[in-house]
């Protein structure tokens, strides 16, 4: 099997996350901590999503560790479950990527320890955190390491740095809710500083919509020779709201995380989206917070390709009323009248 570079220098490789949101909707899963507890009590939950978002096209199973850190598990009171959710997580993930030739990747995030304050300490405290998951990622196999979600410049080059200690590939990406890192690096100089410490990918993965992503991404990948990433949530963010977090109803309530699904953006526009990352030089196409296997059948098959999943993809000409001569049966059933 080809690996991670080789695969990224052949053609657009697509990605799929999302799995919190995803078994929190399923109901495996608790909003608020978000810990991924489902590795360890619903694995079968687990290894289904896993198999969904491969048939839909996904080439990576991400394993399930987002948030499976010391800090977070401490906070739920599982801590003693520290390195049997990291383990099993990569194992459900290689168990389903072998089923359809995809790449296996570890997965580290942002800590909430991390203080620009005093980098030096709170820094030696999150490196200790990524060398455990990252550890355990190696010897279970992982083809490469993902930083995601990272809101500072310093401690994404933490997570980049214990990647590059273990000697795998790389994939680090920003998501501040904010038009900069919070320790005030523009994103795409955050980027060009990841790309000369020696960074595989880079790029930007949640908070933003498509629509709020692609002027940003579109600065990252003239910033930088190495390869990009861009993995949205799902969700129609705009200028005046840039980020899911920053969403309101009608009433002017926040709707993150809970009451997103007026906002959610149909396949046809995460398709469009992955044609778009895709014209913009981006070579690592995903979805983040809020996707689903009908999201990632439908940018695969934008891309070009034909997925598993292909075989149930839509045909409304078979549809009863929605087929040939619509106008006819709209006679029939006038209450599917305009």
Not at 144 to 163: C, P, R
Not at 249 to 259: I, K, Q, T
Request: aromatic letters at 8%.
């Amino acid at each position: 099997m080809t690996g991670f570079r080789e695969r990224l220098e052949d053609d657009v490789l697509l990605g799929a996350e999302g799995y919190l949101f995803e078994l929190e909707r399923r109901g495996y899963l608790k909003s608020g901590p978000y810990v991924p507890e489902a590795v360890l009590d619903f694995p079968d939950a687990v290894r289904e999503l896993h198999r969904e978002l491969l048939r839909a096209g996904a080439e990576v199973m991400v394993a399930f560790t987002y948030y499976g850190h010391r800090e977070k598990l401490r906070m739920i009171g599982r801590e003693e479950d520290l390195e049997p959710l990291n383990r099993h997580a990569l194992r459900l993930a290689k168990e389903v990527a072998v089923e359809g030739n995809a790449l296996v990747a570890g997965n580290i995030c942002n800590t909430w320890v991390y203080d620009p304050e005093a980098p030096e300490r709170s820094g030696e405290i999150v490196r200790e955190m990524y060398r455990e998951q990252v550890g355990w990622a190696v010897e279970e196999g992982a083809d490469f390491i993902i930083s995601e979600t990272n809101d500072y410049l310093g401690e994404a080059l933490i997570g980049l740095d214990v990647i590059q200690e273990f000697g795998l590939p790389s994939l680090v990406s920003f998501a501040s809710s904010s038009d900069r890192t919070i320790d005030g690096y523009e994103f795409a100089e955050a980027c060009k500083r990841l790309e000369d410490r020696g960074a595989d990918v880079v790029g930007l993965n949640c908070s933003r919509g498509p629509q709020t992503m692609v002027p940003i991404i579109d600065r990252i990948r003239a910033a930088v020779e190495c390869a990009v990433a861009a993995q949205p949530v799902p969700y129609r963010t705009t200028p005046s709201r840039p980020t899911f977090q920053a969403l309101r109803d009608a009433n002017g309530a926040r709707v993150f995380p809970l009451a997103l699904d007026p906002f959610l953006c149909t396949r046809f526009e995460m398709a469009d989206f992955a044609s778009s990352a895709r014209d913009l030089g981006v070579n690592y196409i995903g979805v983040c917070c809020g996707g689903a296997p009908h999201h990632v059948r439908s940018m695969a098959e934008n891309l070009g390709r034909t997925v598993p999943a292909s075989r149930y993809s839509p045909d409304l000409s078979l549809h009863p009323i929605l087929g040939d001569d619509v106008q006819e049966k709209e006679r029939k059933f006038e209450n599917w009248k305009d």
